[in-house]
């Protein structure tokens, strides 16, 4: 007897596989296209000539481990800015269509990176102070207890003080978050519809290390530390300082800061760059000489990433960003558990997976043996 209800299962199991690889592969090209538009009208690249022997391995490493992928175009552009010629470079157009989504459960993220609900993973010690939390226009209070709006208005109106609102989720690159005089911001909630739609959290502002204020003083200049799950280990993948500009509050390069490689005792590279990967070997505003710092107590802040990426069994790959707060204590800002940035670790470190390279592909297809879809 023809069982009609399981082959409504396996083809609509199938229709997904397809549509699932269909999404991939634009994904695929909409990146490759980009890169070469890039490559294209961007001076530094042009009439420069490649090297065929170091594209060829590259193209090895990459058909050999990715399903025959073999577009080198990534790796030209990371050796050029670089000069490091590495064949383990990580292509944005692999990690984000397969390799991320393989090794992190990312449709999970959203419920882990919401910032109303970081206390119930983090000691509120090692976070900034919440002052409230809204969501669609409800206000409540550290606590969770609920606040009447009006109540919630005037507490901030008697604040003498600067605090911070920014989306819940999605507020990658700085969108959409505000410093701001308490008072003024409660009246921007007042007068602001955009509040009333989404979810916020509000925050007393980091007073941080004097030595991370040398770098920038206008913003609080923070660690991001990609780590990873290898097996039994949990290890540090990359990690760079994020340095604000004079005329921004925000440290990240979308709004014009740069980043500046730090090695594993806390020092800094020599050189930043910025986010079109124009380098400074000082800071253009402070005038600060990047080579010779050293963040205070990088040591605690891996601690940190290391100990706390433990509980979240099922990611294997987090990019943490760490402030040091003024008596030197790591201070947990958020977490990145899907679309990690990954070109700025590639230009200033090398390749992403570095030493766990094939460790990390290992586990990749080990993940993938079930699928029959390839790249």
Known sequence: ??????????????????????????????????????????DRFKNVNRDKKYLNEAKDFLTSNFDGYKNTDWHFYFSYLNKSFKPEYIPSSIFFPYIEPTLNKVELAPAYVDKTSYDNLFSKSDMPETVFKMFNGKIFDANNDFVENDTAYKQLESMDETLIIKPA?????????????AGKLASMIKLNSF??????????????????????????????????????????????????????????????????????DGSTEDKAIDKAYYSYDKHPDSGLIFSGFKIPNYSKAVEFCLK????????????????????GAPVFIELNLSHQAINGHQVVNGPLFGEHTYAI???????????????
């Open 1 to 42: 007897m023809i069982n009609l209800k399981h082959i409504r299962f396996v083809l609509k199991n199938k229709y997904l596989r397809l549509y699932n690889f269909q999404q991939k592969y634009r994904d695929i090209r909409r990146r490759e296209s980009q890169l070469r538009k890039l490559l294209k009208h961007d």
């Open 169 to 181: 989720i999605h507020s990658g690159g700085g969108r959409n978050i505000e410093l701001e005089e």
């Open 195 to 264: 509040y009333s739609k989404g979810s916020f959290i509000i925050q007393k502002k980091i007073i941080q290390h004097e030595l991370m204020a040398k770098l920038n003083p206008n913003s609080v200049n923070t660690c991001r530390i990609m780590t990873a799950r290898i097996k039994s280990d949990i290890v540090v993948l990359s990690a760079y300082v994020r340095i604000g500009r004079k005329n921004s509050k925000i440290d990240n390069a979308q709004s014009g800061g740069i980043f500046c490689k730090i090695n594993d």
């Open 308 to 327: 706390n990426h433990k509980r979240f069994l099922r990611f294997t790959f987090i990019s943490w960003d760490i402030a040091i707060r003024n008596d």
């Open 361 to 375: 592909i290992k586990k990749y297809q080990e993940e993938r043996k079930n699928d029959f879809l390839t790249i």
